[in-house]
DNA sequence: CAACGCTGTAAAGAACCGGTCACAAATCAG
DNA sequence: CTGATTTGTGACCGGTTCTTTACAGCGTTG
């Protein structure tokens, strides 16, 4: 495995070989990998090949491409879940406005007039990776495992024990959990949580959280209105309720992907 | 004083009629009250209307003006000292990053390119509410951990301790003894508690607060008549009983973001 | 000592919040 | 494409919390 391959990777779909070399050269000299494609077709099958690499930062993709239009691309990125909230940035001709629109409608991120200059697409490029960095940043599962009492919890292995007993969580009670428990003994905020779970502007309804939770307590076995781990602090938040007994707390820092 | 009249009001400036229309529609169906305006003076002139009614929660200014320029609006705005720090969204057209650096620069929270999507607008105006509302709750509670003789209150993780036990407390109290307790044994007048705990402009009634210390009281164990921990002072405010024993008043700083 | 203002105490109603559940919508697996 | 799982929403309920109101006690002042 050598060092370029643990770079973060861009696509970039355009059909001007010129502007392509050149995107490729200023990208790479920011840290990236650049792959690259000549038309739609061959950007969807490039796209494919890298969702397999786990490794896609953002894709920068021209709209008046042969074979197929960018706005397919657009498209395609946003229904593939392994790769729908990777950032686009659009390239187009200054005159069609219509398509500009299209795409940002469809979920492009951002947009650049061709042609446009280096020091301009940078920053962009720049912006757009501070953007994805901090919604991951927020949306991220603490690592490790944690037990307390008698949960345990390892992000690790995505694994869930009480008592010894192995329980399946969704996604989203999996990581209301792990939040809950690695903050060991204290309160989370409501806000805190809805921001881990969804991101800083989240737009699903507050309550919600109260759903999961309860799903959540059933799971582990909760009789309700005792808990025996998850507590309510109303007007506040939750937190996982300090068993007193075995209360090893440990975070096992090992793994950071 | 009709229902509408105690909606949070927003200002929306742009000079493009549809989209006046829209982001009224979309904004007065999310709650708020929407004043309008198609220029950068008569922008001016609106903000200093509503000035005087401090109820102002945000503004949206398009930067492409008529008149006067959005970022003219972004100064006015930050020059004023009843509404400077309220937040700014900023709207601008994809292409002149410029004016969008530059309106960030002069003190714009956020910004969207047009054409945006109303999820899109919704979901930002929503996050700049709930940050506005977060901070403003914040700001009125002290940061850090404190000990005066057997009290202890952590606001980091929203602990209150007397003796060792735990005890609830509902936001209120909590705020109320948050605030004694940083202030070490010194008095906190009746109305910077009212300030603190309901704002500049509170509106409720001032008797209210005697009724909150008195519940928070018969949680801290006091024994009516004898003050052990928050002492009267009347004609004035409230202080924390400075009990004399192992009086370490300590903040922990440690979370600034 | 009477009147007043300020605070403590108590209780009642309103507003709010969270728990519970059923169902709809979105997403995923085969 | 179909069925299963997961996620999100609306409705309802019960309890907590907030606010108002009433009244009692006390200190201050005239």
């Known amino acids: 495995m050598n060092e370029q391959e643990n770079r973060p990777i861009v696509v970039v779909v355009d059909d001007e070989e010129d502007l392509l070399i050149l995107l490729k050269n200023l990208l790479e000299r920011e840290g990236y990998q650049v792959l690259t494609a000549r038309d739609g077709d061959e950007g969807i099958w490039l796209l494919r090949r890298v969702i397999a690499r786990g490794r896609l930062k953002f894709a920068i993709l021209d709209l008046m491409l042969p074979v197929r239009d960018g706005i397919d691309l657009v498209r395609f990125i946003r229904k593939q879940k392994e790769i729908r909230d990777v950032p686009i940035l659009v390239l187009s001709a200054v005159s069609d406005t219509d398509k500009r629109v299209l795409a940002l409608e469809e979920g492009a991120d ?16 720049h912006a757009l990776d501070r953007r994805v960095e901090q919604t991951r940043q927020e949306s991220t599962v603490p690592r490790g495992r944690f037990e307390m009492g008698s949960l345990i919890v390892d992000t690790g292995r995505h694994e869930v024990r009480v008592s010894g007993r192995e329980i399946r969580l969704t996604p989203i009670e999996f990581r209301i959990l792990a939040h809950l428990i690695s903050q060991g003994g204290f309160v989370i905020e409501r806000h805190a949580l809805m921001i881990a779970l969804w991101g800083e502007d989240w737009e699903v309804e507050e309550h919600n959280l109260n759903v999961h939770i309860w799903s959540l307590r059933k799971k582990l076995g909760e009789t309700p209105g005792e808990p025996k781990y998850i507590e309510t602090l109303r007007g506040t938040g939750y937190r996982l309720k300090d068993t007193g007994e075995s209360t090893s707390v440990r975070a096992v820092s090992g793994e950071n992907r």
Chains 1, 2 share one sequence.
């Open 110 to 125: 951002d947009f650049l007039a061709k042609p446009f200059s280096t020091r301009e697409l940078v920053a962009r490029v």
